[in-house]
């Protein structure tokens, strides 16, 4: 990959569509849009012009803009084709592009790559981007717009400026002392500053809830053969999701479903239904279903009106669900009884799972969504405790202005301020193409 080819890709979804839009980037794209549209239009502005192959002969009819670097998304000068969506306009005019030297297609990320490259955009909000485009829900699409817009990275960019100021405190207590040791006023100076960090990092370290909302909440339908649980799956997917059916042991596999419960992402995990079976088959099924109730946020264990035979799987969090409340109402050993045949119940099993996932995900306004800030902002944290340590034990200040200046590097690492090659590969790579 070379970083300064001409980078081509389309931008929108793939499949057939009313239109098609290719971004261009790199050196080359004026070039190239003077050769295949005839000229260049205005900055900024949409034009409609034939494109037209090497020999002259038309492409399509297009939308063309010509948007100059160093304001453009990448930096670099950009070129956008509001090309018609059919599968062979888009082959034509992308073989097209690929003709012209030093002109290839884009990598997975290879656009917002540059953008972080060329300083159009921190690494905070080049996460909040790939969250916004993989938002499912109106919570997470909240979310990602608020990291996208800026807040987590100027809140870490705010607090490494502090930091800096209070090492820049202690360096200059360096060149009064001869000793080593800080003046007494500077100390408590610095103290203060780093006790203020120290009591906002806590806060925010406390808050929690915004790498759920990211991932969403996993429900685990688990129970005995027959409970219900692939018609109650149906019946929160809205859809004809999972095999239903009387014959007990239907459900092999885990079948999962991604639910928006009022703008929650919640995936709800249909099981294999536990029992002792002699079919190697069944039995994978029933050990793939303990697996993943292990690690679910929340199992529904469903016990159906026949009989509560069976033990739940350990979990960290269950509901005891009664099925088919329409066949047996007179139950008092669950927590919610539904009937997912009629729906009775069903409003209240809902409620109860936004109540699980609301608490899981905390007030929505989280700052941290990602393991990687966390882990950041923990290692500033233990770094300015270490520090706050030093000073109070009048420990030598070069010591002390280490763990401050680790402190900052670490906040830096939020916004890609320092070197982090190995970080950026494993982010870009899970965008898409043309992003
Ligand atoms: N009357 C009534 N029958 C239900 C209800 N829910 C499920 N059933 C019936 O119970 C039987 C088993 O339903 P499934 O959804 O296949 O049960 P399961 O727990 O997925 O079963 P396995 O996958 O085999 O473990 C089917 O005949 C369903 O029609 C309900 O709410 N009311
Ligand atoms: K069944
Ligand atoms: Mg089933």
């Not at 970083?3 to 931008?11: G, M, Q, R, V």
């Not at 062979?88 to 992308?94: E, K, S, Y």
Request: glycine share 10%; hydrophobic share 40%.
């Amino acid at each position: 990959m070379r970083s300064d080819d001409t980078i081509f890709a389309p931008a929108s979804g793939y499949g057939r569509a009313a239109i098609c839009v290719i971004r261009i980037s790199g050196r080359g794209s004026r070039f190239i849009l003077e050769t295949i549209a005839g000229g260049v239009p205005a900055p900024r502005r949409l034009v409609l012009r034939t494109l037209r192959g090497p020999e002259g002969e038309p492409l399509d009819q297009a939308l063309v803009a010509w948007m100059p670097g160093p304001e453009s998304f990448t930096g670099e000068d950009q070129v956008e084709l509001h090309i018609h969506g059919g599968l062979a306009t888009r082959a034509a005019v992308l073989k097209a592009l690929g003709a012209f030297p030093d002109c290839r297609p884009a990598e997975a990320g290879e656009f917002t790559r540059r953008a972080f490259l060329n300083g159009r955009m921190d690494l905070s909000r080049v996460e909040g981007l790939a969250d916004l485009i993989d938002a499912e829900t109106e919570a997470q699409r909240r979310q990602a717009l608020s990291q996208l817009e800026g807040r987590l990275g100027q809140a870490a960019e705010a607090w490494r400026e502090e930091i800096l100021q209070a090492l820049a405190l202690l360096e200059a207590s360096l060149d009064f002392s001869d000793e080593g040791d800080v003046p007494e006023g500077l100390e408590r100076e610095v103290a203060r500053r780093l006790e203020a960090l120290r009591d906002s990092f806590a806060k925010v370290l406390a808050e929690g809830g915004g790498e759920r909302l990211r991932e969403g909440l996993t429900v685990v339908l688990a129970g005995p053969p027959n409970a219900g649980k692939s018609t109650l799956l149906n019946a929160l997917a809205k859809r004809d999701v999972a095999i239903v059916s009387p014959v007990a042991g239907t459900t092999r596999d885990l079948i999962e479903v991604h639910c928006d419960l009022n703008g929650l992402p919640v995936a709800v995990v249909d099981t294999a239904g536990l029992r002792e079976s002699s079919d190697p088959v069944e039995r994978e099924g029933v050990a793939r279903a303990r697996a993943r109730a292990e690690r679910a946020d929340l199992v529904l264990w469903l016990v159906p009106p026949e009989g509560t035979d069976g033990e739940p799987p350990p979990a960290r969090r269950l509901l005891r669900v009664g099925t088919k409340a329409d066949v047996n109402r007179t139950r008092r050993d669950c927590d919610v009884l539904v009937s997912a045949a009629t729906g009775e119940g069903m409003p209240e099993l809902l409620q109860r799972l936004e109540r699980e996932a609301e608490a899981a995900f905390g007030t929505g306004d989280a700052l941290l969504t990602r393991e990687r800030h966390r882990r950041a902002l923990e290692r500033a944290q233990a770094a300015i405790r270490t520090a706050l340590d030093l000073l109070e034990r009048r420990g030598p200040v070069e010591l002390t202005a280490e763990e401050v200046r680790l402190a900052a590097r670490a906040l830096g690492e939020i916004t890609g301020r320092v070197d982090v090659e190995e970080m950026l590969d494993r982010l870009f790579s899970s965008f898409c193409i043309g992003k």
